[in-house]
């Protein structure tokens, strides 16, 4: 078994953002092979991980913060690209997505009694979804106010919905949904909105490298009288391939932020277009008026994961050079990056050819930290504050002064940032969906 | 592969820390962490971490073109060097007394026809055994395997070989001439490989085909036909699996299905110069191009299978840059995880570089990321130390939480408290809460005013309309032209007077109700809260110049006072209304110069024509309560509803939260409040601030609904269970309509009818099941049978009495080792009393009972029922995390 001997196994790093202190702490995972992915469930008290080694781990935090494994399992006969949480309303639920062309549900069930002792739990199977003839690339449960509904993405360019009539019976899913998507499907994020005015809709992405193939991010929404999901739009300037993609939480918001992982990290907006709300069920799929609100090349190679936090105000990304970016927007809607982590969890430095904005700051807090492993020396790692302080300042301070905005490190580059642009109507056609036969 | 001078590198395969760059001569290099290797003169750094020092040179062997590592333990440092013209020469680097060595040392393997020699391979089983691949020299063998142990060479061979090649000086003894096989007659060998499964087999990449020779029947071979025959490479975690390539192409061949590449990877525009399988990691394999400053990985994230299966592997197409500048060449680390060593085209420059896996990562409900990079997983928690604080300005979601757990939004009484509550340090936040508190104010007011003159309206709907709206039903406004305050001098100044801009007044904070009406209450404030400059504004706009002079001076000489002050002081006391004096000329200039902006309106109006006071109005630093104010007395009707819109529509634009000083909490509230939860997410304000709008109107606005559904949703995530019951309870005091139906009732096992639903449907009778019940009854009557039918009620599993008998005593309960807080335990002792049941196997008593039982059981008390009652619900185990 390979060893890695650059990972600090307790070592503890600071980063400070402008908003936020960051502590890195390394978890012994003990997956035999690469972890594809990881989620949260609704409460962030439970973890899920899956792996190349075709298994899922279950991970409960302790009140003291320690991650426990409380179940592993084999799940599936190829790698495991992802794994999702059903809302707790449903129950215990996850469900997980594999190479090996299926996606599977999976519920805990109270287990033998020194299960529960020991700090082990019992998944077992409800049901493998076996409609894919190919890679099953992604899973998520569709947002709690629909029902119970699970929605797939496959390497074949078609993406399922399925939904689970009876709560209480999670054996029986019926496939509701087959879209074409046309394109080799990477990845699938549900518009997590639940006010009426939104009607259904996700965003799939392709890993299509192709640029000839067009936009690579569809947009799909669920018209009520059709009873059909039909495309509402495609981000035609995003032409190579789409590694993830994330709608942000919407918190009752009137528009949605999607973010992109492709060449580089980007953000856009998509705001329904007011005028048409109240035709739009009869008329076809809501006109959504297009911004890219930021795009960062910072990752200098392809990104692979971006990620929300509950509120939609910061985001974290993952690429090619080894890190983990955050980024927040001030008030004035300008996106920055407020944080690098080599993925390692050390600090970056300046060796990696990558501008630093660091400095380290011998704190007095240091030592106020209780998981100080090993004796290890902890260093804190502060980034210049983006938006001046508000102290000092009077009321109604709106804008904070050019010269201020403008002097992070991490510049973005914001094409057509003032240009929302409209797409042809032919975009705008809905693409005929080919319903489950 | 080495083409003129460009460098390769090699790694040790036994020192982890020691490699070979070979250029022109080879250097033997150890690398270790930056710090130790004592600070010698030629230690370069690597990385930040690592540095490398040189330990030696060799510059004996001359057109090198190909080196190999000898893998055997001993001797340690004995490399094997193709050259120029076909001869092998084994060398080492650093002294070695070995015997072995001394004796392989020097030794040379000559072919019969001299060629370029391209590439070299020791056999990783028999390590005497080393394939060396030559140029076609016509009919001649293109793959010699020699035999490092050889003694002998042919004299004959020997004396020809010294003719031809003069220059170089030759012991005839260390010359061995005849290999021991063999291979490729009539072809050209560019690049060679032992395979693993089989270390008999010996792979070559010849002139147009791949051919694998089996040492122990070298008459055949087994061929496949294709032009990637360059550096053929066994992937050492599959053996079956060979890269090799052409041009900018890399094939990749499974050797149970030789007759076509399994696949090939995408075309690079430029010439391939090497192709390495990642020895630490499945299935990673690196290439690099000429003239390129990035490495191209490839991630086959899949086992071959072995029978022909149509499944296409999965390739995640990748690329890292390790450097800046264009790459010579790479070298993976033998053990070290998904470490290289890469070494510049030019100047031998090197870095040491680790590549990452594909990091995948999320963010939990509570602001913590977790991130899995490889097989390790990072939990990068928000830290809760104190001190930064007050530096960093926190996210929204943590605002949001600590403001919950403060009971921001909370305080109904001094409703302006809550921008306290919310920290203290947010302006707009303060001027909302402080809007909202005179709207109530205003609002009690105005009720009590109607109380007395018994009338009902809709006038009480008023004060939520926002200033706007007031002023622009503005009838029977009063111009006047005042004196300054304090001497008899008529001023030009025009100022407007009528109830709905009084009302404005009030609403803004400047004008206090009761008998106290004026601005001296407002002034005394501001003088307690040492906003000197602000005071002395307000003291100038209501007239009074010697009051602004008066809180100039006090600013100057109070604690930490600027003293600068009293010169702002004595400026103002040299006001002449004349208007083409020098003091006017002088103040118009520098007012702009100074920074605050109070100071600055104040000579703002002083020098302003009347009616046209554009430089205070538009000072977007001063306070928009303190404009509106300002504007309700000098400007006209005809201005004052054209700056409300324009200011208005500036605050919605901006989602200001000052703004709803002139929306109210109207429909134009909303869409303030609206374009503020867009730009910052902060439905907590949002939520509670519409809550406080009565009228109701406002609350049955989707986008609020939507708000508080968002929010609720939040401290839910937060496990804030008790939070966000506290917050529908307050919710439901202020929107009726929000209260939620009853969840749950028990009905009577013999009659169906509900036995609480008799006490609902006469509440005369004032009996029932209270203790059952959220409200302790005072009449603590026992009802042990349904209220419908009279027949009695279950019993409970533990103590065998019919539910609504109280508990007499729960064992388990009050247990001396427990420290229970009395009046807490006593709060909770009318749960006891509280009927439960396990809603699977539906088994239940006396809820202190079933609790103590559950302590020390997982089972069900009922005989013969095994269900577990206690573990079935994984949510109901979880605690709230708001709980105190």
Redesign the interface.
């Known amino acids: 078994m390979?060893?890695?001997?650059?990972?600090p196994t307790a070592g503890i790093l600071?980063?400070?953002?402008?908003?936020?202190?960051?502590?890195?702490?390394?978890?012994?995972?003990?997956?035999?092979?690469?972890?594809?992915?990881?989620?949260?469930d609704?409460?962030?008290?439970r973890?899920a991980?899956c792996?190349?080694d075709q298994s899922v781990k279950v991970w409960d935090r302790s009140e003291n913060?320690e991650?426990h494994c409380t179940a592993s399992w084999k799940t599936h006969s190829?790698?495991v690209w992802r794994v999702t949480w059903a809302h707790?309303e449903f129950?215990?639920v996850l469900a997980s997505c594999s190479?090996d062309r299926t996606a599977a549900v999976w519920e805990?069930i109270?287990?033998e009694?020194n299960d529960?002792q020991r700090g082990l739990s019992h998944w077992i199977k409800r049901t493998t979804l076996v409609d894919s003839r190919?890679?099953v690339t992604d899973v998520k449960f569709a947002p709690k106010h629909m029902g119970l509904m699970l929605t797939t993405c496959s390497?074949d360019g078609v993406v399922r919905i399925y939904e689970a009539p009876d709560v209480m019976n999670l054996s029986q899913w019926s496939l509701q949904h087959e879209i074409s998507c046309k394109l080799s499907c990477s990845c699938i994020s549900w518009n997590p909105s639940?006010?009426?005015?939104h009607p259904p809709m996700f965003a799939v992405g392709s890993d299509d490298?192709n640029v000839t193939y067009g936009g690579k991010v569809q947009i799909y929404e669920y018209n009520e009288n059709t009873r059909k999901y039909a495309k509402a739009e495609t981000l035609m300037t995003v032409t190579d391939a789409v590694h993830d993609i994330a709608f942000a939480p919407?918190?009752?918001?009137?528009?949605h932020v999607l973010a992109i992982a492709t060449k580089d990290v980007r953000i856009f907006k998509l705001v329904p277009m007011r005028s048409d709300r109240k035709e739009s069920t009869s008329t076809g799929p809501t006109k959504l008026e297009v911004q890219i609100v930021a795009q960062f090349d910072n990752h200098?190679?392809?990104v692979?994961?971006v990620?929300?936090?509950?509120?939609?105000?910061?985001l974290?990304?993952?690429?090619?050079?080894?890190?983990?970016r955050?980024w927040?927007a001030n008030?004035m809607?300008n996106w920055k990056c407020t944080g690098i982590?080599?993925?390692?969890?050390s600090p970056l430095?300046?060796?990696?050819?990558q501008p630093t904005a660091m400095s380290t700051i011998v704190?007095?807090?240091v030592q106020?930290?209780q998981n100080a492993l090993n004796g290890m020396s902890a260093g804190r790692y502060f980034f210049p504050?983006l938006?001046p302080?508000?102290?000092g300042?009077?009321?109604?301070?709106?804008?904070p002064p050019s010269s201020l905005i403008e002097h992070c490190d991490a510049e973005p580059i914001q094409p057509q940032q003032a240009l929302p642009y409209r797409l042809s109507s032919r975009a705008l056609l809905p693409l005929p969906e080919a319903e489950g036969q | 592969i080495m083409s003129g001078s460009k460098p390769d590198i090699l790694w040790s395969p036994h020192h982890p820390d020691h490699y070979v760059i070979c250029d022109s001569e080879l250097g033997l290099y150890r690398i270790g962490p930056v710090g130790s290797s004592e600070t010698k003169a030629g230690t370069l750094p690597l990385s930040e971490e690592t540095a490398a020092t040189l330990l030696a040179i060799n510059s004996d062997t001359p057109y090198m073109k190909c080196v190999a590592w000898y893998p055997k333990h001993e001797p340690e440092c004995l490399l094997a060097v193709g050259q120029a013209n076909g001869r092998v020469v084994l060398t080492s680097l650093g002294q070695s007394h070995n015997s072995t060595c001394k004796e392989l040392v020097g030794k040379e393997f000559v072919p019969k026809h001299a060629r370029q020699c391209n590439t070299l391979a020791w056999n990783p089983v028999d390590s005497n055994l080393l394939a060396a691949g030559l140029d076609k020299h016509r009919a001649d063998f293109s793959v010699l395997i020699w035999d490092i142990s050889s003694k002998f060479s042919s004299e004959a061979s020997v004396a020809s070989e010294k003719i031809r090649l003069s220059s170089v000086d030759l012991d005839s003894s260390s010359v061995v001439t005849k290999p021991l096989y063999e291979l490729g007659q009539n072809d050209a060998c560019l690049s060679l490989c032992w395979l693993l499964r089989d270390p008999k087999l010996l792979l070559a990449g010849m002139h147009r085909n791949l051919a694998i020779f089996d040492l122990r029947n070298t008459s055949q071979k087994t061929f496949v036909n294709t032009k990637a025959i360059q550096g053929v490479t066994v992937d050492p975690h599959f053996p079956d699996r060979v890269a090799s390539f052409f041009e900018g192409q890399v094939a990749i061949w499974d050797l149970r299905k030789f007759e076509k590449p399994v696949l090939t990877l995408t075309e690079q525009p430029k010439p391939l110069t090497k192709v390495a399988w990642c020895p630490t990691r499945n299935g990673l394999l690196a290439t690099l191009t000429r003239d390129s400053n990035i490495i191209r990985l490839y991630d086959m994230q899949h086992t071959p299978t072995p029978i022909g299966d149509e499944t296409e592997p999965t390739i995640i197409e990748r690329s890292v840059q390790p450097c800046e500048s264009q790459i010579g060449s790479f070298a993976w680390h033998p053990s070290s995880q998904n470490r290289m060593v890469v070494v510049s085209a030019a100047n031998r420059v090197m870095t040491d570089f680790t590549v990452f896996e594909r990091i995948s990562l999320a963010w939990s409900s509570t602001t913590s990321l977790m991130w899995a990079c490889g097989r390790h997983l990072y939990d990068c928690v928000e830290d809760g130390a104190e001190g930064v604080e007050s530096v960093i300005e926190k996210d929204i979601a943590t605002k949001m939480r600590q403001r919950a757990q403060s009971r921001y939004g909370h305080d109904t009484v001094q409703v302006w408290r809550n921008h306290l509550l919310a920290g203290g340090n947010d302006p707009q936040l303060k001027s909302l809460w402080y809007d909202l508190f005179y709207i109530l104010l205003s609002h009690m007011k105005q009720c009590a005013e109607d109380m007395e003159l018994k009338l009902q309206g809709n006038k009480q709907s008023v004060v939520y309309s926002g200033i706007k709206n007031i002023v622009k039903t503005s009838s029977g406004t009063k111009e006047s032209r005042r004196c300054w305050n304090g001497s008899d001098r008529q001023t030009d100044l025009p100022r407007y007077d009528s109830e709905e801009r009084c009302l404005a007044l009030r609403l803004c904070g400047w004008m206090s109700r009761g008998p106290d009406i004026g601005v001296e209450v407002f002034l005394r404030s501001l003088e307690q809260d040492r906003e000197w400059e602000r005071a002395a504004a307000v003291a100038l706009f209501n007239l009074d110049i010697r009051r602004a002079i008066q809180i100039l001076n006090k600013g100057a000489t109070a604690e930490k006072g600027d003293l600068n002050l009293n010169v702002v002081a004595m400026a103002l006391s040299g006001y002449t209304d004349e208007k083409s004096s020098l003091w006017r000329e002088m103040c118009s200039s520098l007012r702009l110069q100074l920074k605050n902006p109070y100071l600055c309106v104040m000579f703002a109006f002083l020098t302003s024509e009347p009616g046209a006071y554009d430089g205070v109005l538009y000072e977007s630093s001063v306070a928009v309560r303190d404009r509106v104010a300002f504007a309700c007395m000098f400007l006209s009707d005809a201005q004052l509803p054209r700056y409300m819109d324009k200011l208005t529509n500036e605050m919605k634009e901006a989602g200001n939260l000052e703004g709803i000083l002139l929306t109210g909490l109207s429909k134009d509230g909303v869409d303030l409040m609206e374009s503020h939860v867009d730009r910052t997410g902060d439905v907590q304000t949002a939520s509670f601030c519409m809550l406080k709008g009565s009228p109701g109107e406002v609350l049955k606005d989707p986008r609020v609904q939507c708000w508080i559904e968002n929010y609720r949703n939040l401290l839910d995530a937060w496990r804030f269970w008790h939070k966000r019951a506290e917050f529908d309870i307050y919710r439901g005091k202020l929107d009726p309509s929000s209260k939620p139906l009853a969840q749950v009732f028990v009905s009577c096992n013999f009659c169906g009818k509900s036995i609480s639903y008799s006490c609902s449907a006469m509440p005369h009778q004032g009996r029932g099941f209270s203790q059952y019940g959220v409200s302790g009854s005072p009449t603590k009557s026992k009802v042990t049978s349904c209220p419908g039918c009279r027949k009695p009620l279950p019993r409970c599993a533990l103590c065998l009495m019919n539910m609504g008998t109280p508990v007499s005593n729960c064992p388990g309960t009050g247990k001396s080792d427990e420290k229970v807080d009395l009046t807490r335990e006593n709060k909770l002792a009318q749960f006891n009393n509280w009927f439960t049941w396990c809603h699977n196997c539906r088994h239940g008593g006396h809820a202190g009972h079933m609790l103590s039982w559950f302590r020390d059981h997982t089972e069900c008390p009922v005989s013969a029922c095994t269900c577990k009652c206690m573990q079935l619900d994984t949510t109901g185990n979880l605690v709230p995390s708001d709980s105190s």
């Open positions: 390979c060893r890695t001997d650059r990972v600071w980063l400070a953002l402008v908003v936020i202190m960051f502590v890195a702490r390394s978890i012994a995972a003990d997956h035999k092979d690469l972890i594809h992915d990881v989620s949260y609704f409460h962030g008290r973890m991980t792996s190349s913060g991650w190829g790698s707790p129950g215990q190479f805990e109270v287990g009694s529960k190919t890679s390497a639940s006010s009426r005015a490298s919407n918190l009752g918001r009137s528009f200098n190679s392809q692979w994961r990620s929300w936090n509950i509120t939609s105000t910061l974290a990304s993952s690429g090619d050079d080894g890190c983990v955050l927040k008030y809607d982590l080599k993925g390692d969890g430095t300046s060796s990696s050819g704190g007095s807090s106020t930290s504050p938006d302080p508000r102290a300042t009077r009321y109604g301070h709106l804008l």
